[in-house]
């Protein structure tokens, strides 16, 4: 989905209209030409325009950028990349031939290559919104979540009511989320804290059997994290298992004298009716 | 993709349907957007109290940041932050310290600066268990608030749709989560992880031509689509239309030059169809991408025989028999393993 979004991104100018380059007449009349049979999508004529237009002595960058864009469409990025490098060479300053290139090298699996073309990009027009939404993309290929997150941030800086970035904005931090508690499982797959996560999405679930065993493996695997005793006091208490729910809610209590949290809890199984 | 969306099994939709918004009831502390379950996180159970799995500096002080986070837990977060800070002037790295500041600051719903504090502290400790645990409960929390104010924005919008079916999904409920999809594609007809989820649920359903017209939906616009190809040809093996299953999963494989699946099955719909040279060439290119494919060696087996190639059939059928062996094995171990855990304890 990224590739293809980020390949019909890649179709809009940023902001820009599509730059005429300064040739005869004769020539411009076949870059036109050019130009109105890709947007037909007459995709081999356009090619085989542009072409001839280079063989005429129409070597000017935005002739390179249009063949380059014709063979993206095609799905020949190597190509597409190779008349991008030229347009680039002959024309540095536009961010358009980097951003373009961005694209292609995405779609050739070369992701950090094209982070770094498609930052150019946004340095030399930072308030473009396709360039920023192409980083974001490009971040996520590359599993850069905090990276994608800056872009998306800034997507809604430059348009705050687009529901789409904060969709994807969601997304990213979701996203980022998973990333920390893969990290997490890769380092020590017994963590306590891995446990601790389950337990959370077992009891937001409603599984209170299934977040006790969770939160009695992190328990064991780490009995130091307050919280972990604090949480097992709760569901025990839910269980209506009063006198497991008071230990527990006490060890929390060793561990943070004086929580009121925790002081809390324990008045509520005070309070609460006899033992299960 | 939908199936990432589901591990915010159902608290976008149980936040969003049923808690409160501002206030937190239970503690008085600033919930912005997230409810009672968030802040419960934020303020009930933020912290171990010895310093985490990395060593500390010695200009960092132990019992300055237990005292921190008995601060947190006594709901004193400016003091907290406080704590962190002073911490952090004496070693400004101190990876304990600025997970500290970070819950510090989540407690008192600074989120954007919670969010760089525990950056900093991955910069300098990446595989750091605290900083990765709260890192990602606050991204998780952040998702939340954003699809929140997503929804405030476009109530009717496809996306919000979208993140309804993805909690009726993730909470069983099959048959509202696909209203919630039908309702996000008739606004939205191009999401497509909803046409995909429709699919895949139709598919799996039995629904076979249904399921096609959704894979058939994201294929006009994206015709390399590889989840669509592939279950495409899927619907279409099951439907028994092999021509269309092989010319399906062709593509699939074309799509992804390293996915091993596409071309086993591609592999076997040749040989279903008595092309045995052409599910050589499809068996061959899936063993060398996934070698442990242990009926792939199988088929090529069969298929090198029909082709009249016995050597090449035997060191195929070899290679089968030898994963079958190791599977067995490890069964075996695996059984072993569950008998005997009782017995050890």
């Known amino acids: 989905m990224p590739l293809t979004l980020l390949l019909l991104l890649a179709l809009v100018p940023a902001g820009d209209k599509v730059k005429i380059p300064d040739l005869p007449p004769q020539i411009r009349e076949q870059f036109a030409r050019g130009l109105e049979a890709q947007s037909a999508g007459n995709l081999d004529e356009a090619e085989r325009l542009f072409k001839a237009l280079l063989e005429q002595g129409g070597k000017a960058a935005p002739v390179y950028n249009a063949l380059g864009n014709v063979y993206q469409m095609k799905g020949e990025h190597k190509q597409a990349l190779a008349a991008f490098d030229v347009a680039q060479r002959l024309d540095p300053k536009d961010p358009v031939h980097h951003s373009l290139a961005g694209v292609s090298l995405l779609a050739l699996g070369r992701p950090r290559e094209a982070t770094r073309a498609l930052k150019q990009a946004v340095q030399m027009q930072p308030e473009s919104v396709v360039f920023h939404e192409q980083l974001a993309w490009a971040y996520i290929r590359l599993e850069d979540f905090p990276g994608a997150i800056r872009q998306f941030v800034k997507l809604l800086e430059l348009q705050p009511d687009n529901p789409e970035f904060r969709y994807q904005l969601g997304h990213a931090y979701l996203d980022y989320s998973l990333s920390c508690f893969r990290k997490i499982k890769e380092a020590d797959a017994g963590s306590a804290r891995l446990h601790q996560e389950m337990g959370d999405q077992y009891l937001v679930q409603g599984k209170l059997d299934r977040a006790i065993e969770s939160y009695e493996q992190a328990a064991v695997a780490d009995p130091s994290i307050p919280e972990v005793h604090f949480l097992l006091g709760q569901c025990y208490l839910r269980q209506g298992d009063k006198e497991k729910a008071m230990k527990a809610v006490d060890q929390a209590l060793v561990l943070t004298p004086g929580s009121p949290p925790a002081l809390a809890l324990r008045r509520s199984i005070l309070g609460s009716g006899t033992n299960r | ?345």
């Open chain 2, 1 to 345: 993709m939908p199936k990432r969306h589901r591990a915010l099994a159902g608290s976008f939709f149980n936040r969003y349907a049923s808690l409160p918004r501002g206030t937190c009831r239970r503690c008085g502390c600033k919930v912005q957007a997230a409810g009672e379950l968030f802040c419960l996180f934020l303020f009930l159970l933020s912290g171990r109290l010895s310093p985490g799995q990395s060593n500390p500096s010695p200009q960092v002080s132990a019992a300055g940041l237990k005292a921190g986070v008995q601060s947190l837990f006594a709901g004193d977060f400016a003091k907290a932050e406080s704590v962190a800070r002073q911490q952090l002037a004496a070693n400004s790295q101190s990876v304990e310290a600025l997970v500290l500041l970070g819950r510090a600051q989540m407690a008192q719903g600074r989120y954007p600066l919670a969010f760089s504090s525990l950056r900093k502290a991955l910069d300098y400790s990446p595989n750091n268990i605290e900083a990765l645990y709260f890192m990602g409960k606050l991204a998780s929390a952040l998702s939340q608030i954003e699809y929140q104010r997503l929804a405030q924005l476009a109530p009717n919008s496809g996306r919000v749709h979208q993140l309804m079916g993805d909690s009726y999904q993730a909470a069983g409920d099959v048959d509202k989560a696909q209203e919630e999809y039908r309702a996000a594609l008739a606004i939205q007809p191009d999401l497509t992880e909803v046409s995909l989820e429709l699919a895949e649920v139709s598919r799996t359903q039995g629904r076979f031509e249904e399921a096609l017209k959704f894979y058939q939906q994201i294929l006009e616009r994206t015709p390399r689509h590889f989840p669509s190809l592939f279950g495409a040809a899927l619907c279409y093996r099951a439907l028994q239309d092999n021509d269309h299953s092989i010319e399906y999963f062709r593509l699939a494989a074309e799509a992804d030059p390293n996915d091993a699946a596409s071309r086993y099955a591609l592999g076997a719909a040749l040989m279903q169809k008595q092309e045995p040279a052409k599910a050589v060439e499809a068996l061959t290119a899936a063993v060398r991408l996934d070698p442990s494919l242990q009926g792939a060696y199988s088929l090529l087996g069969r298929a090198w025989t029909m082709t009249g190639h016995p050597d090449l059939a035997a060191q195929a059928f070899e290679k089968a028999r030898q994963l079958l062996a190791q599977e067995l094995q490890s069964r075996q171990q695996k059984a072993k393993k569950a008998v005997d855990a009782p017995n050890n304890e």
